[in-house]
Nanobody
Framework: QVQLVESGGGLVQAGGSLRLSCAAS????????MGWFRQAPGKEREFVAT????????NYADSVKGRFTISRDNDKNTVYLQMNSLKFEDTAVYYC??????????????????WGQGTQVTVSS
């Protein structure tokens, strides 16, 4: 059973940057697409970004396109989310997950499993 652990969250001023990491144990991520989602208080979990198994294909939510970059290092069994030009509305708990479903449904949380516990990102305005 693969377990995912997110890290790198914290408090940052608007316009700042953070880099989130998602490290896996108990199995390899190299065969799977991966995704980042986020959930703000009182809101549903929403798609942020996804990357295919070798990093050759990525997709982003419109709200983060051009500011966030998803990447992976399969040797380290880790996926990253570089977040630049952070806005107050980026405040949320960020989760990583393994995409077990079809890549067609990359923005649907039902395509994912093995969710991590999340890491809090707070952007002060």
């Amino acid at each position: 059973q693969v377990q995912l652990v997110e890290s790198g969250g914290g408090l940052v001023q608007a316009g700042g940057s953070l880099r989130l990491s998602c490290a896996a144990s108990g199995g390899t991520l190299s065969s799977y697409g991966m995704g980042w989602f986020r959930q703000a208080p009182g809101k549903e979990r929403e798609f942020v970004a996804t990357i295919n198994w070798n990093g050759g294909s990525t997709n982003y939510a419109d709200s983060v396109k051009g500011r966030f970059t998803i990447s992976r290092d399969n040797d380290k069994n880790t996926v990253y989310l570089q977040m630049n030009s952070l806005k107050f509305e980026d405040t949320a708990v960020y989760y990583c997950a393994i995409r077990y479903g079809s890549s067609i449904w990359y923005a649907n949380s039902a395509s994912y499993g093995s969710w991590g516990q999340g890491t809090q990102v707070t952007v002060s305005s």
